[in-house]
């Protein structure tokens, strides 16, 4: 771990710690302040999709023009839709600020910095390490996102105490995430250029869609991948958390609160398993590790639904995040490895974006499966066996191309 590794690890932990607590808050905030519940959902959707394209324009050309220039702009984003959120309540504004602007409104990673990040720490450390140190920064990642919704929790209950009004509390919060973004700003400048991409190491692209999308030699085996990687996410749509969440709801009638316990500890479960993908990888392979781990949290996944208490269904969920992540690290460790130095930015953001816009298909579906109370339990039955296919898929495809763990 060298200087430029912490300052890494630190902007991910706060940049994380920034989304974790604007999640809880934005829709309240956005309601607050006279949106109403068709507008926030507009807004919302406009923001995933202005992310998403950011994140590509700014990932696939970082390698060329600059991986700290381009972390920079990403943060210069954060803070100029905190501004705008933060000081009007005009609904075309806060629409092209949420479509221009980076923010994340569900806590999850948004933007170019996580694809140029995995980059950076790809070409600073030691390939033996790779894994190792993907893994914790996964766990960092996710340790942060549950101390920033606790943080905004207890927030606003003692800003409540003084007084404060609801749309103060939250514009606070807002306030808070475009502060971060200036921290972040300021974290990516003391970058040494070590960090940046190899220079001299090929011929620069000379077609063009290698200027375009940043990959020549790796874009097949990019391309490939994403395409499984979307996959994996569309499957993981028809289950993410605020889809499992309703579900307890309506099978058991759990509320909101205790919900929130449970999927705070899940959360530090799948963070915590990130852990093991080093070790397993570094003894088994990376692709063997993805897959051996993924299929057993898949098969986990579909038997949540056919609990038959409460109980039962929240001890074989808490399993299943205990190896959830475990694919996380080492699919990313995995990416990187094979691409070269000078492509990995643009590899990690291509395949991010891959993931962003299958995991945005999925509960279009998820929504119509549950207006029917016969088949709230499908979504669960539907993600386990698509993601099994895809663990099938890319243990066919990969498991004879070799990278270093």
Do not use: C
């Amino acid at each position: 771990m060298t200087r430029d590794a912490w300052l890494l690890f630190g902007t991910r932990f706060v940049r994380l710690f920034a989304y974790g607590s604007l999640s809880v808050v934005l829709v309240f905030y956005l309601i607050s302040i006279g949106l109403d519940e068709r507008e926030t959902g507009v807004l919302l959707t406009l923001t995933l999709a202005g992310d998403t394209v950011v994140s590509l324009l700014l990932t696939t050309q970082a390698d060329r023009i600059g991986r700290r220039r381009v972390l920079i702009a990403g943060s210069t984003l954060m803070v100029a839709a905190a501004i705008v959120f933060a000081s009007t309540r005009a609904v075309w504004l806060l629409f092209i600020a949420g479509t221009v602007g980076v923010l994340s409104p569900s806590g999850n990673e948004v933007g170019p910095f996580l694809s140029i990040e995995q980059a950076a720490l790809s070409q600073i450390v030691a390939d033996r390490d790779r894994t190792h140190v993907l893994a914790w920064y996964t766990l960092v990642g996710s340790f942060a996102t549950a101390i920033g919704a606790l943080a905004t929790g207890l927030a606003m209950r003692g800003l409540e105490a003084i007084g404060m009004s609801p749309p103060q509390r939250y514009r606070a919060i807002v306030v808070l995430y475009g502060a971060i973004g200036v921290v972040l700003a300021a974290a990516f400048l003391r970058l040494s250029r070590r960090t940046e991409a190899q220079s001299g190491a090929q011929t620069p692209p000379l077609t063009i869609i290698g200027r375009l999308s940043g990959l020549e030699q790796s874009r097949g085996v990019v391309l490939k991948l994403s395409a499984l990687f979307s996959l994996d996410a569309f499957a993981g749509g028809f289950v993410i958390q605020s889809f499992a969440a309703y579900w307890f709801y309506l099978r058991f009638g759990i509320d909101p609160a205790a919900l929130g316990t449970i999927f705070f500890w899940a959360n530090v479960l799948a963070g915590l398993s990130a852990l093991l993908a080093s070790r397993l990888a570094a003894r088994f392979g990376l692709i063997e590790t993805m897959v051996a781990t993924h299929i057993p949290s898949n098969v986990l996944l579909m038997l949540v639904p056919v609990m038959p208490t409460l109980r039962l269904a929240v001890l074989v969920l808490l399993a299943r995040f205990s190896i959830s992540q475990m694919d996380v690290p080492t699919r990313q460790s995995y990416l990187m490895a094979v691409v070269p130095p000078e492509e990995r930015s643009a590899a990690a953001g291509i395949a991010g974006v891959a993931r962003t816009v299958g995991a945005a298909v999925s509960p279009v579906f998820v929504g119509y499966l549950f207006a029917r109370p016969s088949l709230i339990n499908v979504p669960f039955f539907i993600a386990g066996a698509l993601k099994i296919t895809y663990d099938l898929l890319l243990y066919r495809s990969f498991r004879n191309r070799a990278a270093a763990t």
